[in-house]
């Protein structure tokens, strides 16, 4: 009788595998790789590199014998179509989903690398406003905390329903797009490491990024702005409870107490993993109060814009209200919007629309001399 021994093939590797597709001769493998995309075969002894795609590289699919695949990518400044082509590449566009976008000026998008405080390598995006460059400042930032936290900027269009860099380039506005620690890009270690300690590095590691493009001259130090969705409303929240720093800030789908997540949102545990306890632990404080923004809304001196959605079970809307409420009880100023029917993302379209003219309204008016 032989015995089948299993072992990881993508342990310690630095990029992260995000889509597995079985063929006919060996898988073929999707990795996040820093701001870019991987493609490999899978082989028994782990992954062989077969080419190397720019930003994403998403919903991949084969042929039976893995000789032509097609998958969803774009550039910089092409918004996502399928490309067709051999797993070695290169793939070849063959649709224009978005032609209504042709010729729209688009601020300059260009990658950041630089090191945290701690000395960990850390990528990021910068976008400059429309027809400025780096020379051109100081200008106002905004800084767009992602999701996840296991998600990442990846370096292709940056235009999308939300608040996105390219929305606010239009408007005058540079935008930072950091990948701190926790994210996915760099291995399993560096997702790992904020388990138990949300808003920790990883917020310093957007600071240390923030730092950097104010003393390169390209932001100005007194017109800062933070925004982010989800794990980046969290974020968002979260920076506003540490320092003052910032001008205005947007919590969309934020957490603001982790607790309570754990409690009522979908993820359950895994949200008590990552901020280090949950309720049941027994009598409080627990190690979440301690990384909960709600815990430091005495502290908050930023206006604050709060979006949520009423129908949102990933993370409810108590998490919003309960945050509104802090807000208004230590008189820090506002504004809590309430969309009715949503989720957790934004799906209607004169809602989707509110929210992009409601949240570059509300960072005119704050970030503007």
Not at 228 to 254: C, D, E, I, K, P
Request: with cysteine; net charge negative; aromatic share 8%.
């Amino acid at each position: 009788m032989s015995s089948r021994v299993r072992r990881n093939r993508t342990a310690d590797l630095p990029m992260c595998p995000t889509e597995l597709h079985q063929t006919d001769t060996a898988a073929l493998v999707v990795f996040a790789d820093g701001l870019n995309t991987t493609l490999a075969r899978l082989d028994p002894t782990g992954p062989t590199t077969l080419s190397q795609h720019p930003g994403r590289l998403d919903d991949l699919t084969t042929t039976p014998t893995g000789e032509t695949v097609t998958a969803l990518t774009g550039t910089r400044y092409q918004p996502a179509n399928v490309h067709v082509g051999p797993p070695t590449g290169p793939l070849r566009k063959i649709t224009d989903t978005r032609p209504e976008l042709n010729g729209i000026a688009l601020g300059t998008q260009q990658p950041l690398s630089y090191r945290a405080a701690d000395g960990l390598d850390l990528d990021g995006l910068l976008v400059l406003p429309v027809g400025k460059s780096a020379s051109d400042g100081p200008f106002p930032l905004v800084t767009i905390a992602h999701g996840g936290p296991y998600d990442r900027y990846a370096d292709r269009f940056q235009l999308f329903w939300f608040p996105s860099a390219q929305w606010l380039a239009t408007a005058g506005y540079a935008v930072f797009l950091p990948n701190p620690r926790g994210g996915q890009g760099h291995g399993h270690q560096f997702a790992l490491s904020v388990a138990g300690q949300v808003g920790q590095e990883e917020w310093t590691d957007i600071l240390t990024g923030i730092d950097l493009l104010i003393a390169e001259g390209v932001a100005d130090p007194d017109r800062l702005g933070i925004a982010g969705g989800s794990h980046g409303g969290f974020m968002s929240a979260w920076a506003v409870g540490q320092t003052n720093r910032f001008r205005a800030a947007l919590v969309n789908a934020g957490i603001t107490d982790w607790g309570m997540l754990a409690a009522t949102g979908e993820n359950g545990q895994f949200e008590a993993a990552l901020s280090g306890s949950i309720g049941w632990d027994g009598i409080g404080p627990h190690p979440h109060d301690a990384l909960s923004p709600i815990s430091f809304a005495s502290r908050v001196r930023t206006p604050v814009l709060i979006l949520h959605g009423a129908e949102d079970t990933n993370v409810p809307l108590g998490q919003a209200v309960y945050f509104h409420r802090a807000l208004r009880h230590f008189g820090a100023e506002h504004e809590f919007v309430i969309y009715p029917r949503e989720g957790h993302s934004i799906r209607e379209r004169n809602h989707q629309l509110d929210v992009l003219h409601r949240t570059r309204a509300w960072f005119d008016r704050w970030l503007r001399p």
